[in-house]
């Protein structure tokens, strides 16, 4: 029970600080703040994998720098992909 808060108190460090880094107003609750954070943790485990060698394993997770730096990437592939920011 306890990783499990830590994972989402992770998560919404990181999915508030990509959204401070991100320029642009996104419009998101708490809720979507820390899915962006929770998932951002999985890409940044992800990238964290394939750099290190050790091969794509979509169920590692990062800390807290490779969380923030897989939110920023989600945020800005999803804006992308939806075109709700014109930057």
Not at 6 to 30: K, T
Request: charged letters at 10%.
């Amino acid at each position: 029970m306890w990783s499990l808060l830590v994972f989402l108190l992770v998560g919404l460090v990181a999915g508030f600080i990509a959204r401070a880094v991100v320029p642009g107003d996104d419009s998101m609750g708490v809720i979507g703040t820390i899915i962006l954070g929770v998932v951002g943790s999985f890409v940044g485990g992800s990238i964290g994998s394939l750099i290190s060698g050790d091969g794509f394993d979509i169920g590692n997770t990062a800390g807290i720098i490779g969380s923030v730096i897989g939110a920023i990437i989600v945020l800005i592939v999803f804006n992308a992909v939806t075109g709700r920011k014109k930057a």
